[in-house]
């Protein structure tokens, strides 16, 4: 990128797909037989209605965390890098199962894949936005590339999903029942390894995505609240589900394609989501309604429903793959990619392929992978960031006299209008929203809870012209990381130019509360929210953000769900030493981090800690020799402030006006895996 006169980057390289890694469980089960295993007998006819004659499933062995490995290690065979080339992860598959019945939510999906596959050198953390998830990981990326902070980053999806099709033959009991899309999913895994292309002939033209949220509540997953347990999804009208996902992605294809000025007829391939035959009709017809031209043809609208079902995340991903190899992609081919996912999630996606077909092709005919590359060659430095700071306009936590709500969906709305009442904006003037909770009522795994959140905002949550104002809404997923990777995903996405202004909102809830109220996790029940934009005089706000992992401790704090009596229960497990685990690896991530700013300790005016304990909190100020009374210290005693740490210490400064112009704080965060991160806020 290059700066323009007033600090917006100027694209001068298009993100490129360098190497591509699919994995196909070996298991096929076809519509017929999941029909014919339903508890209860239906006529419903799925595979005419859907297409999908079979689907790929894992079998008893396999789950989220191996689909996903093992597309990243066809990826990185496929690519002249070696795992420790790579500088960012990012996971995005709907699912975290990774045992029978299980739920992985600490360590992440992508901390587990950094720890199995040798990525030492990468940040971790993963999204989520449902179908939609792959894209949304990817615009992240971009972000982080073109704003110069990393070369290449790998988004990977382990999408074991078809746990819910187990769950819904034992669920469906009508001919209409609003279960039956979950016998349309199938497995699979996929990873995508991308760098800028350094020109502007290959890679994304264009990748554009917002969120409609009045229509969040129009497909739900979560975890069935049947005794048999499992997770479900329920898609009350799927055909005005399919509805509005075709009029707003249509109205969003042609609009992008006016506004970059590309023609829609030399599209050679176009590759919409593949929920089913129907949908993939409706919307070619759609498309050259809108068009008032052929633009979808048979020829060139790909459907790879018939043998991979709904795929989930990585649909797209698994037609690219296929199609590559039996020939009908070639290299140079222009490909438009359809966006869609629950939320609801509309986006388009202009992209122009360099030789990856001929490559992937070549490796399977001769058996003969890429030769790696020395760091001399990969690892070329980065160029010195001169974006002017991006900082926190406004904070708002959850109001202590008020009564929690049963839904943690609300309690992050609630904080996101305190924050909003605390700023000069309202919710139509945000363009970003993530959401960055852990946990959530009834274990909600799709659509994004962001999603969610903006609808209940009404930010945004419906447009009539493309040309209106729009939100992107998703979540970020680490444990108590979570918040501060929002904060940086924002930061990078402002300076790449995507969005002038970004929300981060949290909310925590006691899980076990309802069926295991003797099993707390010890969380502050709450909610809180930043608003983040551009400083005035480029000075004020976050420097860069630095994260240091001590994998040898991997397994210090782990959070499961699993099922007790047939009730969903978080269970959390700590090593006796955690926070001494914690304590001892702070001070190599923030020496780290004064080196590259070019700071003593000494200039440190406040410490923003992890609001885990007060008595933490005093051996933290100790180790890094910080006066006690700069320590900002919202601890409440026998819980942890978790995702919400950062925004009470804010508030905390802010109510009290203890900073001036000038002023340093040092924010720390630590999670599960071990991680440590931190960053510098200038005052």
Same mark, same amino acid.
């Given at each position: 990128?290059?700066?323009?006169?007033?600090?917006?980057?100027? #694209?001068?390289?298009?993100?490129?797909?360098?190497?591509?890694?699919?994995?196909?469980?070996?298991?096929?089960?076809?519509?017929?037989?999941?029909?014919?295993?339903?508890?209860?007998?239906?006529?419903?006819?799925?595979?005419?209605?859907?297409?999908?004659?079979?689907?790929?499933?894992?079998?008893?062995?396999?789950?989220?965390?191996?689909?996903?490995?093992?597309?990243?290690?066809? =990826?990185?065979?496929?690519?002249?890098?070696?795992?420790?080339?790579?500088?960012? *992860?990012? =996971?995005?598959?709907?699912?975290?199962?990774?045992?029978?019945?299980?739920?992985?939510?600490?360590?992440?999906?992508?901390?587990? &894949?950094?720890?199995?596959?040798?990525?030492?050198?990468?940040?971790?953390?993963?999204?989520?936005?449902?179908?939609?998830?792959?894209?949304?990981?990817?615009?992240?990326?971009?972000?982080?590339?073109?704003?110069?902070?990393?070369?290449? !980053?790998? *988004?990977?999806?382990? @999408?074991?999903?078809?746990?819910?099709? #187990?769950?819904?033959?034992? @669920?469906?009991?009508?001919?209409?029942?609003?279960?039956?899309?979950?016998?349309?999913?199938?497995?699979?895994?996929?990873?995508?390894?991308?760098? +800028?292309?350094?020109?502007?002939?290959?890679?994304?033209?264009?990748?554009?995505?917002?969120?409609?949220?009045?229509?969040?509540?129009? =497909?739900?997953?979560?975890?069935?609240?049947?005794?048999?347990?499992?997770?479900?999804?329920?898609?009350?009208? /799927?055909?005005?589900?399919?509805?509005?996902?075709?009029?707003?992605?249509?109205?969003?294809?042609?609009?992008?394609?006016?506004?970059?000025?590309?023609?829609?007829?030399?599209?050679?391939?176009?590759?919409?989501?593949?929920?089913?035959?129907?949908?993939?009709?409706?919307?070619?017809?759609?498309?050259?309604?809108?068009?008032?031209?052929?633009?979808?043809?048979?020829?060139?609208?790909?459907?790879?429903?018939?043998?991979? !079902?709904?795929?989930?995340?990585?649909?797209?991903?698994?037609?690219?793959?296929?199609?590559?190899?039996?020939?009908?992609?070639?290299?140079?081919? $222009?490909?438009?990619?359809?966006?869609?996912?629950?939320?609801?999630?509309?986006?388009?996606?202009?992209?122009?392929?360099?030789?990856?077909?001929?490559?992937?092709?070549?490796?399977?005919?001769?058996?003969?992978?890429?030769?790696?590359?020395?760091?001399? $060659? +990969?690892?070329?430095?980065? /160029?010195?960031?001169?974006?002017?700071?991006? $900082?926190?306009?406004?904070?708002?936590?959850?109001?202590?006299?008020?009564?929690?709500?049963?839904?943690?969906?609300?309690?992050?709305?609630?904080?996101?209008?305190?924050?909003?009442?605390?700023?000069? %904006?309202?919710?139509?003037?945000?363009?970003?929203?993530?959401?960055?909770?852990?946990?959530?009522?009834?274990? *909600?795994?799709?659509?994004?809870?962001?999603?969610?959140?903006?609808?209940?905002?009404?930010?945004?949550?419906?447009? @009539?012209?493309?040309?209106?104002?729009?939100?992107?809404?998703?979540? &970020?997923?680490?444990?108590?990381? +979570?918040?501060?990777?929002?904060?940086?995903?924002? =930061?990078?996405?402002?300076?790449?130019?995507?969005?002038?202004?970004?929300?981060? &909102?949290?909310?925590?809830?006691?899980?076990?509360?309802?069926?295991?109220?003797?099993?707390?996790?010890?969380? *502050?029940?709450?909610?809180?929210?930043?608003?983040?934009?551009?400083?005035?005089?480029?000075?004020?706000?976050?420097?860069?953000?630095?994260?240091?992992?001590?994998?040898?401790?991997?397994?210090?704090?782990?959070?499961? !769900?699993? %099922?007790?009596?047939?009730?969903?229960?978080?269970?959390?497990?700590?090593?006796?030493?955690?926070?001494?685990?914690?304590?001892?690896?702070?001070?190599?991530? &923030?020496? $780290?981090?004064?080196?590259?700013?070019?700071?003593? #300790?000494?200039?440190?005016?406040?410490?923003? /800690?992890?609001?885990?304990?007060? @008595?933490?909190?005093?051996?933290?100020?100790?180790?890094? !020799?910080?006066?006690?009374?700069?320590?900002?210290?919202?601890?409440?005693?026998?819980?942890?402030?978790?995702?919400?740490?950062?925004?009470?210490?804010?508030?905390?400064?802010?109510?009290?006006?203890?900073?001036?112009?000038?002023?340093?704080?040092?924010?720390?965060?630590?999670?599960?895996?071990?991680?440590?991160?931190?960053?510098? %806020?200038?005052?």
């Amino acid at each position: 990128t290059s700066q323009a006169l007033n600090g917006q980057p100027i #694209r001068t390289a298009n993100m490129v797909i360098t190497s591509l890694g699919v994995y196909l469980p070996p298991d096929v089960v076809t519509t017929k037989e999941l029909i014919q295993g339903c508890k209860k007998k239906i006529w419903f006819p799925l595979e005419y209605m859907t297409g999908i004659r079979a689907r790929r499933m894992v079998g008893e062995t396999e789950f989220s965390i191996d689909l996903a490995r093992k597309a990243v290690q066809e =990826c990185l065979a496929n690519c002249h890098y070696t795992p420790a080339q790579i500088d960012m *992860v990012v =996971c995005c598959n709907i699912t975290r199962s990774d045992a029978l019945q299980e739920i992985s939510m600490e360590p992440n999906t992508s901390m587990q &894949v950094k720890q199995v596959c040798g990525l030492t050198e990468a940040i971790a953390f993963d999204v989520t936005n449902a179908c939609a998830g792959m894209f949304t990981a990817m615009s992240v990326v971009d972000a982080f590339i073109s704003a110069g902070l990393i070369r290449r !980053g790998l *988004v990977i999806s382990g @999408e074991y999903i078809s746990g819910i099709s #187990r769950t819904a033959q034992l @669920e469906i009991s009508e001919f209409l029942d609003p279960r039956l899309a979950c016998l349309t999913v199938g497995d699979a895994g996929a990873a995508v390894l991308l760098e +800028s292309s350094g020109g502007t002939d290959v890679g994304f033209h264009e990748l554009d995505m917002y969120t409609l949220g009045k229509y969040a509540w129009m =497909c739900i997953g979560r975890l069935t609240e049947e005794p048999h347990g499992g997770a479900i999804m329920m898609v009350p009208d /799927p055909m005005e589900h399919t509805a509005v996902a075709v009029k707003y992605s249509v109205a969003n294809a042609k609009y992008t394609f006016e506004r970059c000025g590309r023609d829609p007829e030399k599209i050679d391939h176009l590759i919409m989501h593949q929920t089913s035959e129907r949908s993939l009709l409706d919307g070619a017809k759609a498309i050259n309604k809108a068009f008032k031209k052929k633009i979808s043809t048979k020829e060139n609208t790909i459907n790879n429903l018939a043998d991979r !079902g709904n795929t989930a995340t990585t649909s797209h991903m698994v037609a690219l793959w296929d199609h590559t190899f039996d020939g009908r992609i070639q290299s140079g081919d $222009q490909v438009v990619f359809g966006i869609t996912g629950s939320g609801q999630t509309i986006g388009t996606a202009i992209y122009t392929l360099d030789d990856l077909p001929e490559r992937l092709r070549t490796i399977q005919q001769t058996g003969q992978r890429p030769a790696k590359l020395n760091d001399d $060659q +990969s690892m070329w430095p980065l /160029p010195e960031r001169k974006f002017p700071r991006v $900082q926190i306009a406004a904070v708002g936590t959850f109001p202590e006299e008020a009564e929690l709500p049963e839904d943690s969906v609300e309690t992050a709305a609630i904080a996101g209008r305190a924050c909003l009442a605390a700023s000069a %904006y309202s919710a139509a003037d945000i363009g970003l929203l993530i959401f960055a909770g852990v946990t959530r009522t009834g274990y *909600v795994s799709e659509p994004a809870l962001a999603t969610m959140v903006a609808g209940k905002l009404k930010m945004n949550d419906t447009i @009539e012209l493309e040309t209106d104002q729009k939100t992107f809404a998703f979540d &970020v997923y680490n444990g108590a990381m +979570s918040f501060i990777n929002g904060c940086q995903i924002a =930061c990078e996405m402002i300076h790449a130019g995507k969005f002038q202004t970004a929300m981060v &909102v949290a909310s925590e809830v006691e899980i076990n509360k309802p069926y295991f109220p003797e099993v707390m996790l010890g969380l *502050v029940e709450t909610g809180a929210a930043v608003i983040l934009d551009r400083s005035d005089s480029g000075q004020t706000g976050f420097s860069l953000f630095l994260y240091h992992y001590e994998l040898e401790h991997f397994g210090a704090r782990e959070a499961i !769900g699993r %099922y007790t009596d047939g009730k969903p229960c978080l269970q959390l497990k700590e090593a006796a030493n955690l926070h001494a685990l914690y304590l001892q690896a702070i001070p190599t991530a &923030v020496d $780290q981090l004064l080196d590259r700013e070019g700071l003593e #300790r000494s200039q440190i005016k406040f410490l923003l /800690p992890p609001q885990i304990s007060s @008595e933490m909190n005093g051996q933290l100020a100790e180790r890094l !020799g910080i006066d006690p009374q700069f320590v900002v210290d919202q601890a409440i005693p026998g819980h942890d402030l978790y995702t919400a740490s950062l925004a009470y210490t804010l508030q905390y400064l802010q109510q009290h006006n203890l900073t001036e112009p000038g002023d340093i704080g040092l924010i720390i965060q630590v999670a599960s895996g071990i991680q440590v991160g931190c960053t510098l %806020y200038y005052f």
